[in-house]
């Protein structure tokens, strides 16, 4: 089978880091995997080119590929051009017309960093957990949503949380899949003690495990339960659902377990082609296109081909390759090859390029 990969490495580090996932895949291209790559422009190097932060050929690439993988956009070269076409909007374009609602950000730490946590180190060595945040619904954009001003001077201001069945469903969908392909359990998170849209989230969540998924273990957890349990005991988790509004809070907890935004990866995940049974797929560095560093090869890629990493498990099933893949960056970690952001006291850190190097010299050896 062959996979289709577009590359958008975008602005700043981003083309540094996708140099070093194009290593990677030209070595599981050697060993027989059927990678096809194409590469483009996003962001403010496609503003550069072509006025806008995303051609329509791009997209339309994009939709053609089995997964996207993008650098990161963004930087103060673009900070006065029109809005519409600012960088960030390709990103916006991109995860709209793909209509990608389950956002994938998984906490892993790593042995070899587990001092750099906020946590002490027995509560997180080898945390392995994924946040699964429904992205295009909730309170950020429920209506009405509105600030008024009152005829007695006060001023009001409104949310509103609204969740439906459709959305519910498939965002538990991807969080049960994605738990099958791991360790067999869900958690899912919202406050139904307080919130109807925790109510119908609870509700539609049992009903599709007990349909579809009973053989995966399924509990709830109150959100603020939830971002305890996180702090305290992390490891008790796998894969944890939960809405816009929570999963933005909790992810961003989770990534204090792990260390620096150097190493860690995202997806953002589509519907299921009824089909092919295919996900539309964007991974993505949580990290933006640090300007304050770019271009002198001393960015961490290791969000970056974590990312690639997260299309291996889920856009493709190459279950083994990512298996290798985490063991090959696990290694060069332990082994203390790392760059700036992440060596330890009295380390010498190493650039970009070393680091991908290492990667696919441990691919080999493993
Ligand atoms: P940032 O994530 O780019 O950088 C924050 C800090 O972390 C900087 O000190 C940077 O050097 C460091 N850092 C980030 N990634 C690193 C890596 N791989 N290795 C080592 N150090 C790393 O966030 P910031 O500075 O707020 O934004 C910079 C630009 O990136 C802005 O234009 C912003 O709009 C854009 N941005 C783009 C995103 C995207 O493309 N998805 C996401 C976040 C920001
Ligand atoms: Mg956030």
Same mark, same amino acid.
């Given at each position: ?89 390709? &990103? ?11 956002? &994938? ?29 429904? &992205? ?13 001003? &009152? ?216």
């Amino acid at each position: 089978a062959t996979h289709k990969l577009l590359l958008l490495p975008g602005d700043g580090i981003g083309p540094e880091v996708m140099r070093e996932v194009e290593k990677i895949v030209g070595w599981f291209r050697k060993r027989g995997v059927g990678f096809e790559t194409e590469t483009d422009l996003v962001g403010g190097s496609a503003y550069d080119a072509h006025k806008v932060s995303i051609t329509d050929a791009a997209m339309a690439r994009a939709d053609a590929a089995d997964a996207v993988l993008f650098g990161a956009v963004g930087g103060p070269k673009w900070d006065g051009v029109p809005y519409e076409v600012r960088p960030e909007a390709g &990103l916006l374009r991109l995860r709209k017309e793909l209509g990608l609602f389950a956002n &994938l950000r998984p906490a892993i730490c790593y042995p070899a960093l587990a001092d750099a946590s906020s946590l002490k180190r027995e509560v997180v060595e080898g945390l392995d957990i994924v946040i699964v945040r429904e &992205l295009t619904g909730g309170v950020y954009f429920g209506e009405p949503k509105e600030l008024v001003t &009152l005829e007695n001077g006060q001023q009001r201001a409104v949310d509103t949380q609204v969740y439906t069945t459709g959305e519910i469903e498939r965002i538990t969908r991807v969080a049960f899949d994605l738990a099958k392909k791991r360790r067999n359990k869900v958690s899912s998170s919202e406050k139904s003690n307080v919130m109807k849209t925790g109510v119908l989230w609870r509700q539609v969540v049992s009903r599709i495990h007990k349909a579809e998924f009973s053989d995966v273990a399924l509990e709830h957890v109150l959100a603020d339960n939830c971002a305890m349990q996180l702090v305290k005991n992390p490891k008790q988790f796998d894969v944890i659902v939960t809405d816009n509004l929570f999963g933005d809070i909790l992810s961003d907890i989770a990534a204090m377990l792990t260390g620096s935004l150097g190493m860690l990866p995202s997806a953002s995940l589509g519907a299921e082609d009824p089909q092919t049974g295919k996900r539309k797929a964007l991974y993505e560095p949580v990290h933006g296109s640090a300007p304050d560093i770019a271009g002198r090869g001393l960015a961490n890629p290791i969000a970056m081909i974590g990312s690639f990493g997260m299309a291996l498990r889920y856009s493709f099933g190459l279950l083994d390759e990512a298996d290798r893949l985490d063991k090959a960056i696990a290694n060069v970690l332990a082994a203390g090859i790392r760059t700036k952001d992440i060596a330890g006291p009295g380390m010498n850190a190493v650039g970009t390029q070393d680091v991908g190097d290492a990667i696919v010299k441990e691919l080999e050896a493993l």
